[in-house]
């Protein structure tokens, strides 16, 4: 089993930055990729960024330059800072987590962090 918490969410004014945070635990034996999906009242969730295991990033075309996704390898944790915040990223964002352990291979979500921007 491997557990996923994420952390940091919250109330912030349109243009403001937040950072979220989430670490994975348990059975793990390599973590092969960290995501960040957020999902909004009323539609699907969508992907907001991933990295690799080599530290590759990728990006929505609609977070591009304003949020960036990064990894502590040893803590099994990753990152989303989120700069100039606008009501439209308000969602829960949820972090998933691809990984291996000795017997098994896991893809795992959290329960989510509320974010909320207002205008």
């Known amino acids: 089993q491997v557990q996923v918490v994420e952390s940091g969410g919250g109330l912030v004014q349109a243009g403001g930055s937040l950072r979220l945070s989430c670490a994975a635990s348990?059975?793990?034996?390599?973590?092969?990729?960290m995501a960040w999906y957020r999902q909004a009242p009323g539609k699907q969730r969508e992907l907001v960024a991933t990295?690799?295991?080599?530290?590759?990033?990728k990006y929505a075309d609609s977070v591009k330059g304003r949020f960036t996704i990064s990894r502590a390898n040893a803590k099994n944790t990753v990152y989303l800072q989120m700069n100039s915040l606008r009501p439209e990223d308000t969602a829960v964002y949820y972090c998933?987590?691809?990984?291996?352990?000795?017997?098994?291979?896991?893809?795992?979500w959290g329960q989510g962090t509320q974010v909320t921007v207002s205008s």
């Open positions: 990295i690799t295991s080599d530290g590759t990033t």
């Open positions: 998933n987590v691809l990984a291996n352990g000795h017997y098994s291979t896991y893809d795992s």
């Open positions: 348990g059975s793990i034996f390599v973590i092969n990729a």
